[in-house]
């Protein structure tokens, strides 16, 4: 079956400039994640929806960065005003459970988007 | 505060030996613990997990852990390594505490094989 997938897979930017970053977890998949991995380090949370639950946004590190989830399923990471801090590659992750059980879960992550701010 | 620390940022090891990569955690709840791998250029992908039961769990390619809870350890083991398994290992912990359901990853570990 089809993987989380994310689209584009490489995204080049100017400074200042906002972009779109989509993920299309599995499907039946409840639980969302999305992760920012800077070069060759680890992983850092950004947000977490779970069913339709609000989604746990504490990882998100500026309010130029939003993320919304559309009929349970796909999802879309905003970053407005890009800065060159921002280069990093971005992955979504999903997971099967969105109830007490989702902590038990593995994550299935996708092959991320690379986005890098001139 | 909930954290995962993987004390070495490369392991390097002699194909045929056995590997062993670091993790300890700390949570305020039941830990559930994981390890994921990275490859190069390719996604992340789950290798194995601790959820409740028998400490020693096993999982994918021959990889092995062991849940030690008076020590707070999940290390990843091998028996023997291939130059295959060079890549990045990331260690993570799930809790449901008071603030609700958390995973944290470690800082990962780079794993070489050397032929």
């Known amino acids: 079956g089809a993987g989380v997938s994310q689209s584009p897979s490489n995204k080049v930017t100017e400074k200042g400039k906002d972009v779109e970053l989509r993920c299309d977890p599995i499907?039946?998949?409840?639980?969302l994640y999305w992760y920012r991995q800077s070069l060759g380090q680890g992983l850092e949370f950004l947000i977490y929806?779970?069913?339709?639950?609000?989604?746990?946004k504490s990882g998100l590190p500026s309010d130029r960065f939003s993320a919304e989830r559309t009929g349970g399923s796909v999802s879309t990471l905003t970053i407005q005003r890009t800065q060159q801090e921002d280069s990093a590659v971005y992955l979504c992750a999903s997971s099967a459970r969105s109830d007490y059980f989702v902590a038990h879960n593995e994550q299935f992550f996708g092959p991320g988007t690379r986005l890098t701010v001139l | 505060a909930q954290s995962v620390a993987q004390p070495e940022d490369q392991v390097n090891v002699a194909e045929g030996n056995p590997l062993t990569v670091k993790c300890t955690y700390s949570?305020?709840?039941?830990?559930?613990l994981f390890w994921y791998v990275q490859y190069p250029n390719r996604g992340l992908q789950f290798l194995l997990k601790y959820i409740t039961g028998d400490n020693l769990v096993k999982g994918s390619y021959g990889f092995e852990a062991e849940f030690n809870k008076s020590q707070t350890s999940f290390h990843l083991k091998k028996p023997s390594a291939l130059v295959s398994d060079s890549a990045l290992y990331f260690c993570?912990?799930?809790?449901?505490?008071?603030?609700?359901?958390?995973?944290?990853f470690g800082a990962g570990t780079r794993l070489f094989v050397k032929a």
């Open positions: 499907s039946g998949h409840t639980a």
């Open positions: 993570a912990v799930s809790s449901l505490g008071g603030g609700g359901f958390k995973t944290i």
């Open positions: 929806f779970q069913g339709n639950s609000a989604p746990d």
């Open positions: 949570v305020s709840g039941n830990p559930y």
